[in-house]
């Protein structure tokens, strides 16, 4: 910044400061949509199938939808084995086909398509969707045989 106020010899000064961003999280309170349920019965899946996971953009501080966020979304798989061995899956591992998280206009959600694989466990498994560590939606799903 600089003061004009002292011509011929103006002040100035320099600084530099972080900018943070939130999210107003009331725009996904409803959580994930379906095939994916928020309360029981939890939506039950095959083991190799594809799980449609969508959800309503979060908004900027403002009100404005946030619809940006595709790029920087992380979709984590989590099955519930009591506490011993628990597994946790990153689902934005495309290499088992899963695809990229992307925003659908004209349905208003975001939407990632986790592609399921054989060899993970028949069981209970918490899916979490979130952007830069802020947790955007969770529910439990049941993978069968």
Known sequence: ATDYSQYPTPNSSTSSFEVFVTLDLSCVANG???????????????????????????CYAGGTPALDLAGGLRLVLKFQNGGLGD?????????????????DGTEGHY??????????PVGTWITEASYAGIELASTTLYLKK
């Open 32 to 58: 994930f949509e379906p095939p994916l349920r928020m309360s029981e019965p939890f939506s039950s899946h095959k083991r190799g199938s594809t799980i449609p996971h969508k959800f309503a953009p979060p």
């Open 111 to 120: 939407i990632f398509n986790a592609k399921s694989v054989n060899t993970w």
């Open 87 to 103: 597994e946790v899956i990153e689902a934005n591992d495309y290499s088992a086909g899963s695809t990229v998280w992307r925003y």
